[in-house]
């Protein structure tokens, strides 16, 4: 079907116009400089467009000049090499195919393409096909965190079992020779493929697949100079960094953590990572802003909340329940991850001020620490482990050792500072001095510290240690003097 042709807003139209300048060297991308104040996600933009232009041709030049017989037969390709290149998809492994068109290809593309005024700039020179193909599963900075809902992402230890898969190929056109050259035509398909049912293999996959195209239409003389930024602000990478605040926000969760990183906030996290460490009571850092208000979002989730509440009280053998029960569940666990600590509170007091102090104990708190360990932010743990400190969980540990296995099972950014908590809150007489809770407790916490912190796989499949960098490993403090010392005297 076709789409449909929608006007770019003129506020976001001036910036998408304004001119920005690309430092280059042997036909790859050193920095660019965009203007200062410029949207994060327009810069993002711009990357991807610088990232299709750039083509690293060095080794392909010297092995053509070492064999003049390779390349001289029309349609052979040059030697395959891969060397690793930076884009907005990240820095990772890229493979390069080249080969001449020989001479019905050649007419077939001009035919296609029926550019005359290009055809013409191209007459009576080689053409070349070069293939750019990255590998995604093999990069040193790429800034991806993948979260599915409904299914548990899993892997074998094998590449091609990560999920989802994506894939990224450009095929680009160029006419000259590979030293000084046109570029007739870029086309690059980025695919992401996914399985809806988890690790398992499926006919039925979820595939979302974009294509960009860019042609050459002419080649004019210089009529005046694009001005420079006036204000210009340096990108040193070409990787896509995520705006800070709202979508429309000039600055990055990148820029944060160096700031707080330069200024001794944060320690132990590396420079190079792409978003400051979470703390324990603020609202966690989005990687996608919303356009909510926080008032907005704690309203959602006790508009959600409730209307789980009243459909479950409705609900009988014989009835056909008319709400999406899951559907708003995902609601309320959404929002409840992006609220800070103190938001939280606030939210169960009203849950609990709504229903009464009975009703509450009854029905109303089991399923709001459900919905509550799910959402597996630090603030959720820390109203979790008050809980447990209040002693609210002793008359049914059944449930409750349910709700802490589920917390520890869902954490989201295992921090010193959460891990620290956690541990503490294992040495809890509330916790102690119930068999079902302790047991649920310490295979809990002891899980999360093997998948968090040990296990190199599950770190990286896991967690989100390619935006915030490493969160813990097993020489730390709080596992090798706090943690493994306690077990062993539990266990004599």
């Not at 080794?59 to 390709?77: D, E, F, K, M, Y």
């Amino acid at each position: 079907t076709e789409g449909k042709r929608e006007e770019i807003p003129s506020s976001l139209k001036s910036w998408l116009e304004q001119p920005f300048t690309v430092f280059h060297k042997r036909g790859m991308v050193e920095k660019m400089e965009t203007e200062n104040g410029e949207p994060e996600f327009i810069v993002n933009l711009k990357k991807a467009l610088i990232s299709q232009f750039q083509h690293d041709l060095s080794r392909a030049v010297s092995s053509q000049g070492l064999n003049q017989v390779q390349s001289t037969i029309a349609g052979q390709p040059l030697p395959v090499f891969k060397t690793e290149e930076t884009s907005v998809l990240g820095k990772c492994e890229t493979v390069y195919t080249i080969s001449r068109l020989p001479e019905y290809l050649v007419r077939e593309f001009e035919e296609k393409e029926g550019q005359e005024e290009s055809s013409r700039l191209c007459s009576g020179k080689e053409y070349f096909e070069i293939l750019k193909t990255k590998n995604l599963d093999k990069c040193t900075e790429r800034p991806v965190y993948h979260e599915s809902y409904g299914t548990w992402s899993k892997t074998d230890g094998t590449e091609s079992s990560s999920l989802p898969s994506q894939s990224s190929v450009t095929k680009t056109i160029i006419c000259g020779s590979l030293e000084n050259h046109i570029i007739r035509k870029v086309e690059t398909e980025n695919r992401i493929l996914s399985s809806a049912s988890g690790r398992y293999e499926s006919e039925e996959k979820l595939d979302i697949t974009s294509v960009s195209t860019l042609d050459l239409e002419s080649v004019e003389s210089i009529r005046q100079e694009i001005p420079s930024p006036s204000s210009p602000k340096e990108c040193p990478t070409l990787v896509y960094e995520y705006p800070s605040g709202s979508l429309y926000s000039s600055k990055t969760l990148k820029h944060e953590q160096i700031q707080q990183f330069n200024s001794g906030v944060i320690k132990g996290q590396s420079k190079s990572s792409y978003a400051p460490i979470p703390d324990m009571t603020s609202a966690p850092q989005h990687l996608y802003p919303r356009s909510e208000s926080q008032r907005e979002l704690k309203q959602k989730v006790v508009e959600a909340f409730t209307e789980i509440i009243e459909s479950s009280e409705k609900m009988s053998e014989s009835s056909v329940n008319e709400k999406d029960a899951a559907g708003l569940s995902v609601v309320a666990i959404r929002g409840l991850g992006q609220l800070s600590y103190e938001e939280l509170k606030e939210v169960k007091q009203t849950i609990q001020s709504q229903h009464g102090q009975e009703k509450y104990k009854s029905m109303i708190q089991k399923a709001f620490f459900d919905l509550v360990s799910i959402a597996g932010t630090n603030p959720c743990m820390k109203l979790i482990t008050d809980e447990v400190k209040s002693g609210e969980m002793n008359e049914e540990p059944a449930t409750w050792s349910w709700i802490l296995s589920n917390s520890l099972r869902s954490v989201k950014t295992p921090t010193k500072e959460l891990l620290e908590e956690l541990v503490e809150l294992l040495k809890h007489q509330h916790i102690q001095q119930n068999r079902i809770i302790r047991a649920a407790y310490a295979m809990g916490l002891t899980e999360l510290v093997n998948k968090a912190c040990i296990n190199p796989e599950s770190q990286i499949n896991e967690f989100p240690t390619k935006i915030y960098g490493e969160f813990c490993n097993p020489e730390m403090s709080v596992i090798k003097e706090n943690l493994i010392p306690f077990l062993s005297r539990k266990l004599r």
